[in-house]
């Protein structure tokens, strides 16, 4: 099974869009090293509730676009 994603790079959204494709696995790679960082600092660090909070708002917010850390593996 093949997929495509086809773009008109001569149309300004259409190279918004693509530019947002073909950068999607390093915003995934940010949101996961971040997610690590924070539960690191949660589990090892003792941080403050907030830094829990935001954790819980990071999930939050990739659940409310129908996506998940697990979606690479």
Not at 20 to 39: G, I, N, P, Q, Y
């Amino acid at each position: 099974m093949k997929a495509m994603l086809e773009f008109d790079l001569d149309e300004p959204n259409d190279g918004q869009k693509f530019n947002v494709a073909s950068r999607a696995t390093d915003w995934f790679f940010v949101c996961f090293d971040l997610d690590v960082e924070l539960r690191n600092m949660v589990k090892y660090k003792g941080a403050p509730k907030a830094v829990e909070k935001i954790r819980a708002k990071l999930h939050e917010l990739m659940e409310d676009r129908g996506i998940s850390l697990d979606d690479m593996s």
